[in-house]
């Protein structure tokens, strides 16, 4: 489209009658760690990829608890507005953690 703009009558229509809106990645590595993986889980990463968060775990009264590493922060849930609100976690390895 860019390069017929002035040539092809049709391309200029098109491209003049539209309403666009350009939206730039916002989370690049997050996209490009979901875009080369074939995990199904991974394919649907929606966190970015910053350092792991580890928190230690109790899984019962008479167990020694779990040190669990998770990775990345949900962008989405990470903002001024009802931050710590319904639909985020403070949990490292939840998928809305913010």
């Not at 995990?39 to 580890?54: A, F, G, H, T, V």
């Not at 019962?60 to 040190?67: E, N, R």
């Amino acid at each position: 489209m860019v390069t017929q703009y002035d040539k092809d009558p049709q391309v200029r229509q098109f491209v003049d009658q539209m309403e666009w809106y350009i939206v730039p990645l916002l989370n690049p590595d997050g996209y490009e760690y979901s875009r080369n993986s074939n995990d199904p889980e991974i394919r649907l990463w929606r966190k970015n990829r910053s350092p792991p968060r580890c928190i230690q775990q109790s899984t019962g009264l008479f167990t020694a608890p779990q040190t669990t590493c998770c990775q990345g922060v949900d962008l989405n849930r990470n903002f001024d507005w009802f931050f710590g609100q319904v639909g985020s976690s403070t949990d490292p390895c939840s998928e809305i953690y913010q």
